[in-house]
């Protein structure tokens, strides 16, 4: 009996290390991936998106009352709050980001861009 007490007390250890084991650290992911909107159109109906793959490329669309008017390609790097942007074009910029919730702040300059994750 107090064997078989210790091969059950023995696979309940191995299978809460296993528990603990399994249950990683999600930190490393990157909350900018998925697709995100502008919260709302300009005063020419005007919007645009932004779609952020996890390989670091992404595409940006813009809309005109809902319909696509323009799209680029681009690559995307990541250093804390600044994120630069490589256009297909080749040109680079460097930007400030946050995020909140489903909310992303992309502040050039003096302009900043709220967007929704669609």
Request: glycine content about 8%; overall charge negative; some cysteine.
């Amino acid at each position: 009996m107090k064997t078989l007490r210790l091969i059950g007390a023995t696979l309940l250890m191995v299978v809460l290390c296993v528990n603990f084991a399994a249950c990683g650290d999600d930190d490393d992911e990157n909350p900018i991936v998925g697709t995100w909107k502008s919260e709302v159109a300009d005063s020419y109906g005007y919007s645009e998106s932004f779609t952020f793959n996890a390989d670091g490329s992404g595409m940006w669309q813009e809309f005109k009352d809902n319909a696509q008017s323009d799209s680029e390609s681009f690559t995307y790097a990541i250093d804390g709050n600044k994120i630069t942007f490589t256009w297909s074009d080749g040109e680079t910029y460097t930007s400030t980001f946050s995020i909140s919730g489903n909310r992303l702040t992309i502040k050039d300059n003096e302009d900043s861009e709220t967007y929704v994750k669609i």
